[in-house]
Nanobody, 122 residues
Framework: VQLQASGGGLVQPGGSLRLSCVAS????????MYWYRQAPGKGSEWVAQ???????KVADSVKGRFTISRDNAKNTAYPQMSSLKPEDTAVYSC?????????????????WGQGTQVTVSS
């Protein structure tokens, strides 16, 4: 099982980006999907999460600017970021709770995707 985050890049203040986090592999079911970010010199910050049924929640620091959706058929979550600010500059990473069938039974594990860099600058 792998998670792949993508969609980062350089954007001007006030601009928008849509990230994606795709899970692949032998997957039975994906539970909650989460996004975190880490700015230079700072700790990791939770940004958003979305339940299997589509219930979304975002951090107060991005509320009103970021949304998150998911396509269960594609095993993908999509954070949509708008009105970006320089302080949104960070490496954005995703993780997900994934259920797999293994030779020893059903297993649920947390998987992390490699981060994608978002830089907001003029």
């Amino acid at each position: 099982v792998q998670l792949q985050a993508s969609g980062g890049g350089l954007v001007q203040p006030g601009g928008s980006l849509r990230l994606s986090c795709v899970a692949s592999g032998d997957i039975m079911r994906i539970g909650y999907m989460y996004w975190y970010r880490q700015a230079p010199g700072k700790g990791s910050e939770w940004v958003a999460q979305i339940s299997p049924g589509g219930t979304a929640k975002v951090a107060d620091s991005v509320k009103g600017r970021f949304t998150i959706s998911r396509d269960n058929a594609k095993n993908t979550a999509y954070p949509q970021m708008s009105s970006l600010k320089p302080e949104d500059t960070a490496v954005y990473s995703c993780n997900a709770s994934i259920v797999r069938a293994t030779g020893s039974g059903i297993r649920t594990n947390i998987y992390w995707g490699q981060g994608t860099q978002v830089t907001v600058s003029s």
